[in-house]
């Protein structure tokens, strides 16, 4: 074995690599950084053996130490419902309209419905619950189904055009089979001209006849529409599918037919109570 080469200007052995005439120092590295370093394999190995780690073919090892996080969690949840129980039970009994006066109760349904629309409602209805297209903004005053904390409450739970027999249910003919191409430009322009946007004066006109035969029936003679048949006020600047020519050509020829979950079958009382307060409180609730 050759004896290692060593640097004149340091005194350390080279690695006898050389690259562009510098040689590389065998410079050993700090003792403590060693010893760190294999503490750390230690404590791995240490804690692969007492804790969960390696994954099987169905499960993962579990360790000596019995440690389950789905355990601790499940725990950590029993026994905050056991320390709301009192509250949850309150609170699925509750008359919702004498919520508010109750502090305590109040502010647990408020948290509480905070947590459930974030788990199952923000997903259509926006983290801020500002809506989408198709999907209901719940910030401003405009219900299809009624804003009261009660009619919210039973929509919550009973959805909309969904299996259940006590869901809200309403549906829109699909115009672009029941009348002309030229009708249906004329209640376009109808349409335009009532909720404030630019239109044919002169189809729009015709379109006044068009609309009372085949719209006001369930969106008013004045176009403001009747929320618990679910049929919108078409007079104002809010639309849910879109107010522009083309998504209003497309609504009258093909209809919408927006569906949402009977959540009662899917969250408790207290649940669906506690969404309701959170809404009503976003300041859209009538």
């Known amino acids: 074995m050759s004896t290692p080469e060593k640097d004149e200007a340091t005194g350390t052995d080279t690695t006898g690599h050389t690259w562009d005439g510098i040689k590389e120092l065998n410079t050993p590295l700090p003792r403590w950084w060693l010893w760190t370093f294999y503490f750390t394999i230690i404590w791995g190995i240490a804690y692969t053996i007492a804790y969960p780690a390696w994954p099987l073919v169905n499960k993962a090892t579990q360790g000596f130490l019995g440690f389950n996080q789905r355990t601790e969690v499940a725990s950590e949840i029993e026994r905050f419902n056991t320390m709301n129980a009192d509250l949850r039970t309150a609170l699925a009994e509750a008359d919702l309209t004498t919520v508010k006066d109750n502090p305590d109760l109040h502010n647990f349904a408020v948290q509480g419905g905070a947590s459930v629309f974030r788990a199952q ?8 619950a500002q809506g989408a297209t198709g999907y209901p903004n719940l910030l401003d005053n405009d219900w299809l189904w009624g804003g009261e904390i009660e009619e919210i409450a039973y929509t919550i ?37 009532i ?4 239109h044919d004066a002169g189809l729009a006109e015709a379109g006044m006849s068009v ?18 048949q679910g049929a919108p006020n078409l007079t104002d600047a809010i639309w849910l599918y879109g107010g522009d020519a083309d998504a209003l050509r ?7 037919f927006g569906v949402m979950p009977a959540w009662g079958k899917r969250l408790s009382a207290s649940d669906v109570n506690a969404v309701a307060v959170y809404v009503h409180g976003l300041g859209g609730g009538e």
């Open 121 to 128: 409602c923000s997903q259509c209805h926006g983290s801020g």
């Open 157 to 193: 739970n009973n959805g909309i055009r969904n299996e259940t027999d006590d869901a809200h249910y309403s549906e829109m003919p699909a115009f672009g089979e029941l009348l002309e191409t030229e009708e249906i430009d004329q209640v376009l322009a109808y349409v335009q001209k």
């Open 195 to 198: 909720s404030g946007q630019e």
């Open 211 to 228: 609309f009372a035969d085949q719209c006001s029936s369930c969106h008013a003679e004045d176009g403001t529409g009747d929320k618990y």
């Open 250 to 256: 497309y609504t009258i020829e093909n209809a919408r």
